[in-house]
């Protein structure tokens, strides 16, 4: 016994089935009625059983028609609940997002992109993975994730396709009451002369801060390193010394009620980019995201002081 049937034959028989006769369901599937009747023969040949007992009037189900019936109806319903998942995988409504970013940009830069995205994606399972700015990036390279949205400022990244979207700029963080509150900008001098909360080595910001201090002739004076920006915050509040931070770490610290300044001589930003690999191409859905956060500047979405969409 073959039972390598068709879903095509399978409609068939439901067809016939329903309708009670090879005329009836012909009319329903607008199909010649003698083409039905050999489907349907072709099937019972393949079960080794009949399906249906011809009368004069109507066709009638066997218990093994019935049995089938169902089986086929189940099957039927199946297979077309898949090609309706597949037809919302290929537009972009159905499957699986994985985003790597930073702590900084997870919590500040894309809540409203993500919220935007799932209201036109509802379908879609949207991953968003925080981890350190060499974390994120080997993540996209060995595959684990879709796509990153990350700091690249300096960064080497020859072999990833990058897209900057947003750029932040570096501001001084200070105490209530300190003498920078009085100033319009800080310079990188000024701030050096202060005792200073360091962010450790391991942290994109510590990579920029020694950029920019460098570039200004001079280094700060580090009174506490730390690696979390909220206990950055904390060591500023209780006026152990100043820090200096990007714009989308401000409203990170709005807890601890620091102030801050925008930091210039030199102007140092940080740019944010959308990082995939380009030889890997990538599903709807992961495009679609994409694309919400390349055209996020075009739908007003809000960014933070110091903080620009390119």
Sequence with gaps: MRMDLTVQQLR???AVHDAGSFTAAAEVLVQAQSSLS??????????????????TRRLEPTAEGREFVAIARSTVAAFDANLRHFAGFLDGQRGRVRVATLPSLAAILLPSIVSAYQRDHPGVRLSIEDALAAEVLERVRAGEVDLAVTV???EPVDDLDVTPVAADRFCCVFPPGHPFEA???VTWTELAAEAFIAFD????????????????STRPRNAVEARNISAV???VAAGLGVS?????VLPLMTFAGVRHRPLGDPRMERRIAVVRVPHRPLAPAATAFREAITQASKYGIPLPAETNWL
Excluded at 38 to 52: D, K, P, Y
């Design 244 to 248: 200096a931070v990007p714009g989308l």
């Design 183 to 185: 100033a319009a900008e």
């Design 201 to 216: 080595r391991t942290t994109s910001i510590r990579r920029h801060l020694d950029r920019a201090f460098a570039e200004a």
């Design 12 to 14: 068939v028989v439901l």
């Design 152 to 154: 690249v400022s300096g």
């Design 233 to 235: 915050a904390g060591l």
């Design 38 to 55: 050999r489907t349907v023969l072709e099937v019972e040949r393949r079960l080794g059983v009949a399906l249906f007992e011809r009368t």
